[in-house]
């Protein structure tokens, strides 16, 4: 029982980075917001969450961008979260996951 709690949190923690990756690297680029609002289904899949074909998804609510979170940490932010990328995420850096991150600055949570 315990191992499956814990594949759970892991599976369900994975699935809250790649959401988390998809808003920011929005955020960053209106290009690839554009992409997310004409094939969010393409989008989760392009991000490895598996999406069935007979599952409908219509879209995929992207927040606004956090008035406090400047240019400069939200590339720092992409960098942490890319995977293949040198990573500082969980060592020095204040800012990682917009989704993952409660309390930390760009969060929905921050007070700014």
């Given at each position: ?83 293949g990328t040198s990573s500082?995420?969980g060592t020095n850096s ?19």
């Amino acid at each position: 029982m315990a191992q499956d709690f814990e594949a759970l949190y892991a599976n369900t923690k994975d699935y809250y980075h790649k959401i988390g990756l998809l808003v920011a690297k929005a955020w960053a680029d209106p290009e690839y917001k554009k992409q997310v609002e004409a094939d969010p289904k393409g989008a989760l899949r392009d991000i490895g969450i598996p999406i069935p074909d007979d599952v409908p998804v219509e879209s995929i609510p992207i927040p606004p961008r956090p008035t406090d979170l400047n240019d400069e940490q939200l590339a720092t932010t992409l960098s942490e979260m890319t995977p293949g990328t040198s990573s500082t995420a969980g060592t020095n850096s204040t800012l990682s996951c917009p989704c993952c991150s409660v309390g930390t600055v760009g969060t929905a949570g921050s007070s700014g």
